[in-house]
């Protein structure tokens, strides 16, 4: 059975950092391409950033350029997001995704 | 970037009826789209992939079709456990852009 469980997420103050990640299992995870996207309270989903199945590539949407990195650790099965200077607008559930498959969601609230 | 627009944004159908929800993309994305489900509380569920393939364990009754940059999801009778909010996903080029959403209710 595939899993991707998220962690790392809760409250922070505007222009701090978190990282979160995403332990998955049951497939090859270095075999895929993970996508993060974000879903702020009430509102639809984002997509927020695509990493390739070795980490050579990575996309970014604009308004998390220079502040959100992507990266993977394909020996530990494990995804993350550093997020740095972070804005209120950020406060969303952050989901790490690979077709068809989902994880559960991790809240991140920015504020002072 | 590449916008989707999605219609409607909000719909009431009756049980066993079709419902049909809409994605217009702003340009070519060939069959680069999803359709996925979400329920309050709930991480999306992919439905359909690549414009018109059924995703796995999803019931024959959704279904997606392509006309040019118009991609449709059909529901060919409507259950209960089927509302909940629809959203369309292009991933043609970055960076991926979804539909506004659809919430759709029984009525």
């Known amino acids: 059975e595939v899993q991707l469980v998220e962690s790392g997420g809760g409250l922070v103050q505007p222009g701090r950092s978190m990282k979160l990640s995403c332990a998955a299992s049951?497939?090859?995870?270095?075999?895929?391409?993970m996508a993060w996207v974000r879903q702020a309270p009430t509102k639809g989903l984002e997509w927020v950033a695509t990493i390739s199945y070795d980490g050579s590539s990575t996309y970014y949407r604009d308004s998390v350029k220079g502040r959100f990195t992507i990266s993977r650790d394909n020996a530990k099965s494990t995804l993350y997001l550093q997020m740095n200077s972070l804005r209120s607008e950020d406060t969303a559930t952050y989901y790490c995704?690979?077709?068809?498959?989902w994880g559960q969601g991790v809240m991140v609230t920015v504020s002072s | 970037d590449i916008q989707m627009t999605q219609s409607p944004a909000s719909l009431s159908a009756s049980l066993e009826e079709i419902v049909t929800i809409t994605c217009q993309a702003s340009q070519d994305i060939g069959n680069w789209l999803a359709w996925y489900q979400q329920k309050p509380g709930k991480s999306p569920q992919l439905l359909i992939h690549s414009a018109t393939s059924l995703a796995d364990g999803i019931p024959s009754r959704f279904s997606g079709s392509r006309s040019g940059t118009q991609y449709s999801l059909k529901i060919s009778r409507l259950q209960v456990e089927d509302t909940g909010i629809y959203y369309c996903?292009?991933?043609?080029?970055?960076?991926?852009?979804f539909g506004g959403g659809t919430k759709l209710e029984l009525k």
């Open positions: 996903l292009q991933r043609y080029s970055n960076p991926w852009t």
């Open positions: 049951g497939f090859t995870f270095s075999n895929y391409g």
């Open positions: 995704t690979r077709d068809p498959d």
